[in-house]
């Protein structure tokens, strides 16, 4: 059964910036970019690396270990030594909370 969970307050974010939030157990990357936020599984499938300790270049997070490239918007992978994207999360901002659906 899905369902919305709290992750984070908005107001911890300044665009441009990510953060590395838990849900149920499983590590997701909330990325906020100007007036839009996107939430994204923090694992790169190539070698487990997190994602939330790449860079982050506009709309696009490089991981930190073999510079695979994924769209935060979409989890689509860009460029990298695999072939998978990553998934991407619903979210749902109330007031100051944004909430991941599981």
């Not at 939430?39 to 930190?64: Q, Y």
């Amino acid at each position: 059964m899905s369902r919305f969970v709290p992750v984070a307050k908005v107001s911890e974010l300044s665009p441009g910036q990510m953060k590395m939030v838990v849900a149920d157990q499983e590590r997701l990357l909330l990325v906020k970019m100007a007036g839009t936020s996107y939430v994204i599984n923090d694992t790169c499938g190539h070698d487990w690396a997190p994602l939330s300790r790449g860079k982050l270049e506009g709309h696009v997070v490089v991981c930190p270990r073999h510079f695979a490239r994924y769209d935060v918007r979409t989890g689509q992978l860009l460029s990298g030594p695999l072939a998978d994207d990553v998934p991407v999360y619903e979210i749902r901002i109330e007031e100051d909370t944004v909430y991941v659906k599981l």
